[in-house]
């Protein structure tokens, strides 16, 4: 069965601070790895990376995968407020993109 | 783009009640997904639709849960009859796929609470 483990679970960091968020999974058949941001709605879609070491970019945030150890860190530098949310970290291992997501790691950023 | 449009965003309703949630993808996507978000769980995949076939119905918790896509603008997923333990945000997807994976775009939520 496919797993996805985030770690850590909670995090708490003053505005300004760089976060690092990791995700480990296990999968038979590996399509891609997804990053979403959850706020107080729906996920919204952040990196799609399907290459080792290939960093992906967007503004702030940044993530990469490694598919030797099975795992991929999502980085946000120079913390804000509005980045507190529940960052779900997904698996894509099959057809018709079946996704397997993580539990999530919740980040408070305080001013 | 109206993105993918979820109704009720709330329901309260009491155990043993019949609930019916509905969801209309994104025009031109073609997958369409059932997600349940609780804070033990966290979200999870229910079922998910290619071409309004379903493919994979291997999350769907029990007998009581069904879902049904008719045609490509719409979906149903009923729980009947209701549990407590069935309170949850149930979120609705679709994407469109092209043999790879695309992005898939979620919906506001429905927010169930049975009593």
């Known amino acids: 069965e496919d797993k996805v483990v985030q770690s850590p679970l909670s995090l708490v960091v003053h505005e300004g601070d760089t976060v690092t968020l990791n995700c480990s999974y296990e999968v038979t058949n590996f399509r891609s790895l997804l990053w979403y941001k959850q706020e107080k709605k729906a996920p919204t879609f952040l990196f799609m990376l399907t290459s080792s070491g290939i960093e992906k970019k967007s503004g702030r945030l940044s993530s990469i995968l490694d598919k030797k150890e099975l795992f991929s860190i999502l980085n946000i530098t120079a913390t804000q407020t509005g980045d507190s949310a529940v960052y779900l970290c997904?698996?894509?291992?099959?057809?018709?993109?079946?996704?397997?997501f993580g539990i999530g790691t919740k980040l408070q950023v305080i001013p | 783009d109206a993105g993918v449009i979820q109704s009720p965003r709330h329901e309260v309703t009491e155990m043993g009640q019949e609930v019916t949630l509905r969801c209309k993808p994104i025009s031109g996507h073609n997958s369409l997904f059932w997600y349940r978000q609780t804070m033990m769980r966290g979200l999870e995949l229910l079922i998910y639709f290619n071409n309004n076939v379903p493919i994979d119905d291997s999350g769907m918790p029990e007998d009581r849960f069904s879902a049904k896509m008719p045609n490509a603008s719409f979906s149903t997923l009923k729980i009947q009859p209701s549990e407590p333990r069935d309170s949850a945000v149930y979120f609705c997807?679709?994407?469109?796929?092209?043999?790879?994976?695309?992005?898939?775009?979620f919906g506001p939520g429905t927010r169930l609470t049975v009593l």
């Open positions: 997904a698996l894509d291992s099959g057809g018709y993109q079946k996704v397997t």
């Open positions: 997807a679709s994407s469109f796929t092209r043999g790879s994976t695309d992005t898939q775009y």
